[in-house]
């Protein structure tokens, strides 16, 4: 598939031009080796792929005016008349239901269908129970379908509660797909064989955990009048709970009278870095409330995610809050108020707050503490000591 994403990496090897699965569009690759009017990939194509028998077919996508406007004859040169051109997502539905030559045609693949369709039943083993003779298959057959392999999932799990449930809530919380190292270190990576159509509707790729199509997720979060068995549009936020608890836990100390570690000391990875308050926020729990009271009082966090160039996603997920509480609200208030100048230089967090920030505000009462001089203060009126509202 030459799909529109990244460039291709440079590659080391000729030999590496077979391993191409993905890469980018045939007018932005870059020259490596092979040559085909200055192009790599469309290089790898015309010269490695004639090579291979007649039943392996490709699907290549690319911009018409691509290599000068000439990808059309080059390839028709390449592969002579076994090479079809699809301008439009209409065509490739009339092409996709078209009987190959050397097959029988069959009943599955006559009339405009939701190209999943098909997938889902073949590799979740449920080609015996849908109808044979459907001509159409629509969003809402679609959605059926997935209704059916988590039905049959649930049902060899007893009446009880699926063991793969948490796993599930935290892959539908999840910002992104997540690692299986990550999955692995919260005791949940033995429970991915678990889930319903593992292998198709749910995949691992890259040591990631994949979903196969958006449609799914939409239809998890569904309210009960439409999919009342398994909807998950009130309970994903026990993902959030979950994801949040485990992200926050290596910057909080079990023991009150310990120490906590540095921020600076601690791997910040990228998922931590982007989305522990974003799934703390909304978690919707008293636990995680707490949780999240105590991640805004870690300085040191506040400012390692400033550096990282994420305070945004700390104000925008606090201001998405429905219900925050007093610590909470004077934390967003606080952060709103001084984005700027803790954006521009975190390390002066505590001197900036200091010097402009109502003296009744428990930040700023924070921050004489942690100066290392405590100056003397006097209220000369304003605001009350008070941070405003905006």
Same mark, same amino acid.
């Given at each position: ?13 000729? /030999?590496?031009? =077979? ?7 045939? /007018? ?17 194509? @015309? ?11 490709? @699907?290549? +996508? !690319? ?46 693949? +006559?009339? !405009? ?23 159409? +298959? ?36 999840? /910002? ?38 958006? %449609? ?35 910057? =909080?100390? !079990?023991?009150? %009278? ?7 000391? =601690? ?17 919707? %729990? ?15 966090? &506040? ?28 934390? &967003? ?45 006097? /209220? ?5 000591? @008070?941070?405003?509202?905006?």
């Amino acid at each position: 598939m030459i799909d529109e994403g990244d460039p291709p990496k440079q590659l080391e090897k000729q /030999q590496q031009l =077979l391993d191409l699965v993905s890469a980018d569009a045939c /007018q932005q690759a870059k020259v490596v080796t092979v040559k085909a009017c200055g192009n790599q990939v469309l290089g790898a194509i @015309i010269r490695f792929i004639p090579q291979l028998p007649p039943y392996v077919r490709f @699907i290549f +996508t !690319s911009r018409p005016d691509a290599v000068c406007g000439g990808i059309r004859s080059i390839l028709k040169r390449a592969f002579s008349s076994s090479v079809t051109f699809i301008d439009s997502p209409e065509e490739l539905r009339e092409e996709a239901v078209k009987p190959a030559t050397s097959t029988p045609p069959t009943p599955r693949t +006559t009339g !405009s269908r939701v190209m999943l369709y098909d997938t889902v039943a073949r590799e979740c083993n449920l080609l015996h129970s849908i109808p044979p003779s459907s001509s159409t +298959t629509d969003l809402s057959a679609l959605r059926a379908l997935y209704e059916l392999v988590f039905d049959s999932s649930k049902a060899g799990t007893g009446e009880g509660v699926p063991p793969y449930l948490p796993l599930l809530h935290v892959i539908m919380a999840a /910002q992104e797909p997540l690692s299986h190292a990550m999955l692995h270190e919260m005791g949940m990576a033995c429970l991915l064989k678990d889930l319903p159509g593992w292998g198709c509707l749910f995949y691992e790729a890259d040591h990631h955990i994949y979903s196969y199509h958006k %449609s799914m997720s939409d239809w998890l979060l569904l309210g009960k009048e439409a999919n009342p068995r398994h909807s998950m549009q009130d309970s994903v936020s026990k993902g959030h709970a979950t994801l949040g608890a485990h992200l926050i836990s290596p910057f =909080l100390t !079990s023991q009150p %009278s310990e120490k906590p570690q540095p921020a600076s000391q =601690l791997l910040l990875s990228r998922y931590t870095s982007q989305y522990v308050f974003l799934h703390l926020s909304k978690a919707k %729990s008293q636990p995680c409330s707490l949780l999240l009271d105590a991640a805004l009082a870690r300085w040191d966090l &506040l400012k390692a995610l400033f550096r990282a160039g994420q305070g945004d996603r700390v104000v925008s997920a606090l201001g998405g809050m429905d219900v925050r509480t007093p610590y909470a609200e004077d934390s &967003l208030r606080w952060l709103r108020r001084f984005y700027h100048a803790f954006d521009g230089e975190p390390e002066s967090m505590e001197r900036a707050t200091y010097a402009d920030c109502p003296i009744k505000s428990s930040k700023f009462a924070e921050a004489l503490s942690r100066l290392p001089v405590v100056p003397t203060v006097t /209220q000369l009126g304003g605001m009350d000591g @008070i941070l405003p509202d905006h």
